[in-house]
């Protein structure tokens, strides 16, 4: 057979077949590397938006002797660079050029008297000049000496934060000493504030940028900052009395972070450290202190939950695709059947009428196959494995089904065979096989509930294996009981007196073989397409859950200090503004132990009305003097706060977290009514008032809505493109079923046209003539539809306690996977609608046929 001529004679089926191949590599190349593209903007937004104390690589050293101590940027510089030598390969293009030194002191006291105490620590940024302005006096020069107790001190030049000055007493002009038995005096020369406060350098040094308090358990209150000096200052800068650390900060560029360098990346950063700790000696000691590998291993837990999801979908999305590619290629071998059997009737061996028929579905194939792998490099992603190996296997698929059909249709020459057995007996080879499939299944869906997640943060071939032996053990199951309810209807119909019904089931009987491709093929399909949109609907009602549990109420208010009536009323008057729930929120200490624990005191009562319609519960409290505790606090019938005022209190009971306020550690709930005066420090709003407005009335407190933490969470480029991936899932499995459905009514388009025309010259209406052809289509879907929907509806719940998306629901894990009427109806819809328009246009086909060539002399 001459391919362009097959070609001509088939147009419409090779078209399809052309399509529908396109289509496929397009998907199984171009998908994976969306997806891929995903999961490294996911990491490198992750490692962006951390604080670079945590990401970058901090070389610390302290000194232990005087030889182990640095002078001069030289020496500083010197040992940036021995360190960025030791950097593994696989580290050396995330560290970019940047970076800086420091040498600092720790907990340096001033020499003073005072109800708190003063810490001034001596600290030298090696970039500095950059990063700090001077709005006072000048910046720090050389450092000078003085007499002090009999003995000569060096005086230091230091510049200090404007919050010092305000909050501390420390001004231009002044002089302190430092220390307790060794002494060091430092004169400040100016005052600074930072260039740029929000620069990811300054969370290394935020000692230096603020005041920061702390509040011993037995002592008074403290103040620390950390002075700047000059590079000439570090002659003065030694350890003796005093701790002094140096660190060398390699800033990791997070914009040239890959998430297939994650594996690597982990090892090297475990290898430098490994160098870091035997560069030590007895002088000095270095350690290296990062986030990096907790923070790569969380990315790695959320995204081998991405990838078992995606991959999962994806997968089913490509076997659905490929089904589909199946039955268009089994209708083209169904068109040539005719020629070729013919051509076997006249002496052509198996081997030539085999490869005429392949040759032409190779033809077909294999272009399209390099189209669609050239379309997927229009789209963005790294270029992995799959996509050269996809298309491959497309065309290596359909070619070998193309193959095995054409030699069992013509082994031998005219062999004659029916198709219209409602009912063949199986082999007990094949009942064991299939018995044994249902049997695995089963098990291992049992056994993956029994295990839960694996806990590796690697791919589980056991999670990826099992969705796909349950669809096969349904679709077995779904094929083994296909012929009862067709004889049940068989029978039903031949009870009855009109004559459709019983010819349409008796059609769909007979074409029961026909159908059992579109059975595979519809039963993933749907499955498939309500698994995912299961999951998004999960994912999706978890991330609003989640959210209203960040924030506790639509709108949260939060001062560091206690917000005045005045301005809660003010607050209360504003438009816009429905309800209003006081909190304060603080540390408390237990009288009996001694633990100082952080409480919430609320009107539960309101703050219930402001969170009417929320998706959360909140506890309940039985008297005014009775508290909720956390589980690190559990176990205590009655405590005894000392926070406002003294106060015993029963504990009624324990909860996990305080929405909006606490979810871990220490902490209790308790009523305002235990609070001497009605203080509070967050207000809890419902209303539509913007949050620049309720910053104007309150210019020192910070807004927080459940709207911005929702859409923070949905932000998340792995969340997003979990989202997406569900969203376009659903729809693309949803048309590949319908296109299921199109081919099967094409694959009997000749048969059932010649027995509606033979029909019609009987008497046949054309709109029995519809019924017949609905009535002989329906079985497949009413068979396949319930239980496609059905399994896609427990794949969640079976494969829940194996796969954590909490990392893209806001931490919470999702549990609710109760889906909505609306996909089911509408695949189904979708499916029948496709049925009776198929009906139709077979319908208004076969009416342009010539009743005279249906009677024909020979024909049964």
């Known amino acids: 057979m001459r391919i362009p001529l097959g070609v001509r004679a088939h147009a419409g089926t090779s078209a399809l077949l052309v399509v529908l191949t396109v289509i496929a590599c397009l998907l199984v190349a171009g998908l994976p590397r ?23 690589l901090t070389v610390t050293g302290a000194p232990a002797l005087p030889a182990g101590e640095l002078y001069s940027r030289a020496q500083f510089e010197g040992g940036d660079l021995h360190w960025r030598r030791l950097l593994p390969p696989a580290l050396r293009p995330l560290i970019g050029p940047g970076g ?54 060096p005086v230091v030049e230091v510049g200090v934060v404007e919050e010092a000055v305000s909050r501390m007493g420390l001004d231009v002009g002044q002089t302190r000493m430092l220390g307790e038995s060794v002494h060091t005096a430092v004169r400040i020369v100016g005052v600074f504030r930072a260039r740029d406060p929000a620069g990811r350098s300054w969370s290394h040094d935020a000692d230096v940028l603020h005041v920061t308090k702390v509040v011993p358990v037995d002592g008074p209150e403290e103040l620390h900052t950390t002075a700047l000096m000059s590079d000439d200052g570090l002659g003065a800068l030694t350890n003796r009395g005093r701790t002094l650390t140096y660190r060398w900060v390699l800033a990791l560029d997070g914009r040239a972070a890959s998430a297939l360098d994650v594996p690597g990346v982990e090892a090297a950063a475990a290898e430098f450290q490994r160098q870091v700790d035997v560069q030590g000696t007895g002088t000095i000691s270095y350690r290296l202190v990062t986030g990096l590998p907790q923070l790569l291993t969380g990315f790695k837990a959320a995204m081998s939950a991405a990838q078992t999801v ?65 379309l997927s ?173 960040k924030v506790g109420a639509p709108i949260k208010l939060t001062s560091a200090a206690n917000i005045p009536p005045d301005v809660v009323e003010r607050v209360r008057r504003a438009p816009g503004v429905e309800q209003v729930a006081l909190a304060l929120t603080g540390r408390v200490q237990l009288g009996a132990t001694g633990e100082w624990p952080y409480a919430v005191a609320v009107d539960l009562a309101q703050w219930r009305r402001v969170n009417e319609g929320a998706p959360m519960g909140l506890p309940e409290l039985s008297g005014p003097a009775s508290a909720l505790v956390s589980p690190a606090l559990g176990g205590q019938g009655a405590v005894e706060v000392r926070w406002l005022s003294a106060v015993r209190l029963t504990v009624q009971g324990v909860i996990d977290a305080v929405p909006g306020f606490y979810a871990d550690g220490q902490f209790l709930l308790v009523p305002r009514e235990v609070l001497p005066w009605p203080a509070a420090n967050t207000l809890l709003i419902r209303g539509d008032i913007s949050p620049a407005e309720l910053a104007r009335l309150v210019p020192a407190a910070t807004v927080e809505t459940q709207e911005a933490a929702l859409a923070a969470i949905q932000a998340d480029p792995l ?44 008497g046949l209406s054309d709109r029995q003539a519809r019924r017949l052809t609905l009535l002989e289509l329906m079985p497949v879907v009413l068979v396949t539809a319930p239980v496609g929907v059905a399994l896609g509806m427990g794949l969640p719940a079976a494969l829940g306690p194996g796969v954590d998306m909490s990392a893209f629901a806001g931490g919470l894990p999702v549990a609710d996977h109760t889906p909505g009427l609306l996909t089911p109806v509408a695949l189904a819809a979708g499916l029948g609608l496709c049925a009776v328009l198929g009906a139709y246009a077979h319908t208004a086909m076969s009416r342009r ?5 249906a009677l024909r002399v020979g024909d049964p």
């Open 719 to 762: 969340t997003g493109t979990v989202r997406a991936t569900m969203v376009v899932v659903t729809v693309a499995l949803g048309a590949y079923a319908l296109v299921a459905i199109v081919l099967s009514l094409a694959a009997g388009a000749a048969g059932r046209a010649r027995a509606v025309s033979l029909l019609r010259t009987l």
């Open 100 to 153: 800086h030194i420091s040498a600092k002191t720790h907990r340096t006291p001033v020499n003073e008297t005072s109800a708190f105490r003063n810490f001034v620590n001596l600290g030298w940024l090696s970039d500095a000049a950059r990063r700090v302005d001077w709005v006072r006096g000048r910046a720090p020069g050389k450092p000078s000496t003085m007499r002090y107790q009999g003995a000569t001190i």
């Open 310 to 374: 995606m991959y999962l979908v994806l997968g089913g999305l490509f076997a659905v695709a490929l089904g589909v590619i199946a039955l268009a290629a089994r209708l083209l071998t169904d068109r040539m059947e005719r020629t070729l059997a013919l051509a076997r009737a006249r002496g052509a061996s198996l081997w030539q009428v085999v490869s005429a028929g392949s040759a032409l579905t190779a033809v077909l194939v294999g272009p399209a196959a390099l189209a669609g792998y050239a």
């Open 849 to 853: 046929r010539n009743l005279d060539a």
């Open 34 to 56: 969306t997806m891929q593209a995903s999961f490294d903007e996911a990491l490198r937004r992750s490692l962006t938006e951390a604080e670079a104390v945590r990401t970058d």
């Open 377 to 549: 490099f229009l789209l963005p992603g790294p270029v992995l494995p799959i996509v050269h190996l996809g298309p491959a296997v497309v065309v290596v698929a359909v070619v070998a089904f193309a193959v095995a059909r054409l030699v069992l249709a013509h082994r031998t020459p005219l062999r004659e065979h029916r198709a219209d057995l409602v009912a063949v007996r199986p082999s007990a080879r094949r009942v064991t096989v299939e018995a044994l499939v249902v049997v695995l299944a089963l098990a291992g869906a049992y056994l993956l509930r029994a295990r839960g997640q694996s806990g590796t943060g690697q791919q589980d071939p056991f999670l990826l294996l099992i969705p796909v032996a349950l669809t096969l053990a349904a679709a077995l199951i779904t094929l083994r009981c296909y012929p009862y309810p067709l004889r049940l209807l068989v029978r039903l119909a031949a009870r009855g007196r009109a004559a459709v019904p019983f010819l349409g089931s008796t059609r769909a009987a007979r074409e029961r073989s026909v159908g059992a491709l579109p059975v595979l093929i519809l039963l993933p399909a749907l499955s498939l397409s309500v698994f995912a949109a299961v999951v998004h609907d999960g994912i999706t009602a978890t991330q609003r859950l989640a959210s209203w549990q």
